[in-house]
C-alpha cells in the first residue's frame, strides 16, 4: 500500500472556495452591466468599464468607492411627490 500526501483543501473548503468565486465573478459581471447600462455626469462610462474589466476585485473596489456616485440615477415620476400645505 502505497501513501500519498495530497496538496490542497478538504471537500468543505474546496466548496466555500468555489462559491466564494463563483459570488465574486456575479458581482464582477453585475458591475460590468451595471456600469453599461447606466449613465454617466461626466461621459466617463467606457473609463469605468475599463477599469472594472481590467482590473477586476481592484476595480470594483475603485468604482463602488467612488465612481458610483457619478452614475445619474433615473428616478420614477412619482417618487419626488411632496405635499407644501
Do not use: C, P
Request: glycine share 10%; hydrophobic share 50%; no cysteine.
Amino acid at each position: 500500500m502505497e501513501y500519498t500526501l495530497h496538496a490542497g483543501i478538504s471537500g468543505s473548503a474546496q466548496a466555500l472556495v468555489y462559491i466564494i468565486v463563483i459570488a465574486f465573478f456575479a458581482l464582477w459581471i453585475k458591475t460590468i452591466v451595471e456600469i453599461a447600462t447606466s449613465k454617466f455626469i461626466d461621459d466617463s462610462k467606457s473609463t469605468w468599464l475599463l477599469i472594472v474589466i481590467l482590473l477586476g476585485g481592484l476595480g470594483m473596489i475603485v468604482y463602488y468607492g467612488g465612481g458610483g456616485s457619478k452614475r445619474v440615477k433615473v428616478q420614477d415620476e412619482n417618487s419626488d411627490i411632496i405635499d407644501e400645505f
